[in-house]
């Protein structure tokens, strides 16, 4: 398997209780980019999605990382969960820092669960997509009705990448196979804890991947990852840093890290 295709990172990387199991003690917020950087080289912005950029910080942060670091940004809740097209133009024009620093490598589009694949929510992606048409686009759903070779269609004839989630089997969750979309694949890893997915945010990503279980989706994932050009991987199991401990674990078993 090609190692160099998969780009690893985790979705947010400002926790306090990384601070110990992650970020050397006494870490402040300030610091933690600077410290991921130097063992990622990507990360899901998530801040973005409960308020509006500011460019200025993005500089910040286009300018605290390596040359060769990239950011996702995860797209305001306005636009995804509110279905408000009105606030996509602010929210692209913040991220010129990145651009202009070559250092955007998306955006990434997350429905609700109560997103359901309707005529007016089809019609209503149709124009985010077109919205965001000019950046690399992913696409997250939540709800199983997205499982339609209709929406892998719209996809692939807009190369925009399809998330394909690792979550618990739940019914009306959305846990497509892994498919491929576009130039990239996409691969956000949650939890598998059934039980607590619907407990509250605090349980809902308090979750960690077994060696076992990683091996199993780096075997399910290799023979697409030669289909594409790259696949990103983000662990969102966020809680006490399980997702940069599973995430460098992740990277271990591909043969990126020893």
Not at 223 to 228: D, G, R, Y
Request: hydrophobic share 40%; net charge positive.
């Amino acid at each position: 398997m090609n190692a160099s295709k998969y780009i690893v990172g985790t979705s947010g990387y400002s926790f306090d209780d990384w601070v110990g199991p992650f970020y050397p003690p006494g870490t402040r917020r300030g610091e933690m980019l600077s410290h991921y950087a130097q063992r990622f080289e990507t990360v899901e912005l998530n801040f973005t999605f409960y308020r509006m950029p500011v460019p200025r910080t993005l500089a910040r942060m286009a300018d605290n990382t390596p040359p060769d670091f990239g950011f996702w940004v995860k797209a305001n809740r306005e636009i995804t969960h509110e279905q408000r097209r009105e606030p996509a133009a602010e929210f692209i024009a913040a991220l010129a820092p990145l651009r202009d620093a070559g250092k955007l490598q998306g955006v990434l589009l997350q429905f609700p669960q109560s997103f359901r694949r309707t005529v007016g929510a089809r019609k209503f992606l149709a124009a985010a997509l077109e919205d965001f048409a000019a950046l690399p686009t992913a696409v997250e759903f939540r709800h199983r009705s997205w499982e339609h070779p209709a929406t892998l269609a719209g996809l692939r004839e807009r190369d925009v990448a399809l998330v394909v989630p690792d979550a618990p089997a739940i019914a009306d969750l959305f846990r497509p196979e892994p498919t491929v979309t576009g130039r990239f694949g996409y691969l956000r890893l949650h939890s598998r804890d059934a039980d607590g997915w619907y407990a509250g945010m605090a349980r809902r990503y308090d979750y960690s991947y077994t060696a076992a279980q990683l091996a199993d989706i780096n075997d399910t994932w290799a023979p697409l990852a030669e289909q594409v050009e790259k696949v990103y991987a983000f662990f969102n199991n966020c809680h006490r840093g399980q997702a940069a401990a599973n995430a460098e674990a992740f990277r271990r078993i591909i043969g990126q890290i020893k």
